[in-house]
């Protein structure tokens, strides 16, 4: 089993900042930027499988992030994309705070263990509160990504 290295599914291409003021907006830049790349091959039903997840339970996770989520076989290969938010959007997260650091993980929705190694080495890094206080004062893609290095 491989290890699993963040950066090889992070892009300077999927990352961006936001000031869009709902959950419904940020989704759909989330959505926007992670199919620029081709990645994304039917947008309809990726935004779907996305707002049925967030429905279902809110995917904001508490400590300003949110880490929505959405396994569909159209998709070939695993990705993430990444959203700072500098003035937080309320994700109905499980401690009621808005959330600054938004990662959207998508896949394939036949490798459940890949996604959660990957989820758990996701989880590993933004549980450092010291990197997620990093991550939202970043100014630059390049600074986002750099921060993902080693992991």
Known sequence: MSTITLQNYISLNRIFFSDKKTKE????????????????????????????REEIMSTGIGYGVAIPHVKLAQIDEFFITIC??????????????????IFL???????????????????????????????IECKTKYEVFEIFEGF
Request: a positive charge; zero cysteines.
């Open 84 to 101: 700072i938010h500098k003035n937080g959007v309320d994700w109905g997260s499980l401690d009621n705070k808005p959330a600054y650091l």
């Open 105 to 135: 993980i998508a896949g394939p929705d036949n490798q459940q263990e890949k996604y959660l190694r990957i989820l758990a080495k996701l989880t590993l890094v933004i549980k450092n509160p010291e990197r997620r206080k990093k991550l």
């Open 25 to 52: 907006e940020v989704i759909d830049e989330l959505i926007e930027v992670s199919s620029q790349d081709g990645k994304v091959k039917d947008i309809k039903s990726f935004k779907e499988a996305l707002l049925k």
